[in-house]
């Protein structure tokens, strides 16, 4: 069975410039979400999907980030216009329905800001 | 609100060593707690969770932590551990939320 998988791996790009990280979860998980790590701190929570639904967002940092989870399947999150504090590694996790289902995380995407 | 502190963010241990590390949470409600593991360019990996029950929690790869509510922490132990177990940990806990909260990771590093 696939994992989470997230795209690109790296990206770097310039102030200003718009940048969208794509999440496929796991195949039949209705749960995905978003986290963020800037450099050296801990990993913070962004969003949550129900299917295509947005459960909680209330992590999200400004309105400069758009997420959508189109169909209930994989997931994309825009920043625009980015900021040199956005850099950081995004990660994506999946769970399926219960509530204690595990959340199974992508590898992360490197959003590089200069 | 609920916040989780990992006290070390560096450990160096030497091979066949135990080591531990340390997770302490803070929260106005109960928690379920977890630790996860990241090797290097790979996602977080489970290692273990406490839900409820016997507060000695055994996880993978000869983990074990163990929850102490009256000094709100779950530290994370192994009683011998190898150069494979170099990566980053963090303790993570969450609530009726489904969403984590995590430490700031601690690095541990095996020596040879």
């Known amino acids: 069975e696939a994992g989470v998988t997230q795209f690109p791996s790296h990206s770097v790009i310039e102030k200003g410039q718009t940048v969208t990280l794509r999440c496929d979860p796991i195949?039949?998980?209705?749960?995905l979400y978003w986290y963020r790590r800037v450099m050296g701190k801990e990993i913070k929570f962004l969003l949550h999907?129900?299917?295509?639904?947005?459960?909680?967002e209330s992590g999200m940092p400004n309105n400069r980030f758009l997420a959508e989870r189109t169909g209930g399947t994989y997931s994309t999150l825009k920043v625009q216009p980015a900021e040199l504090e956005d850099s950081g590694v995004y990660f994506c996790?999946?769970?399926?329905?219960?509530?204690?289902?595990?959340?199974?995380f992508g590898p992360g995407t490197r959003l590089t800001v200069l | 609100a609920q916040s989780v502190t990992q006290l070390d963010s560096q450990v160096p241990v030497f091979e066949e060593a135990p080591v531990e590390l340390r997770c302490n949470y803070s929260?106005?409600?109960?928690?379920?707690l977890f630790w996860y593991v990241q090797y290097p360019n790979q996602g977080l990996q489970l290692l273990l969770k406490?839900?409820?029950?016997?507060?000695l929690v055994k996880g993978i790869n000869g983990f074990e932590a163990e929850f102490n509510k009256s000094q709100t922490s779950f530290h994370l132990r192994k009683p011998s551990v190898h150069i494979s177990d170099t990566a980053e940990y963090f303790c993570a806990v969450r609530s009726s939320a489904r969403q984590l909260t995590f430490g700031s990771g601690t690095q541990l590093t095996v020596l040879p």
């Open positions: 406490y839900l409820s029950g016997s507060t």
């Open positions: 195949s039949g998980h209705d749960n």
């Open positions: 999907f129900v299917k295509e639904s947005k459960q909680d």
């Open positions: 929260s106005s409600v109960s928690v379920y």
């Open positions: 996790a999946s769970s399926q329905a219960a509530l204690m289902d595990e959340q199974f």
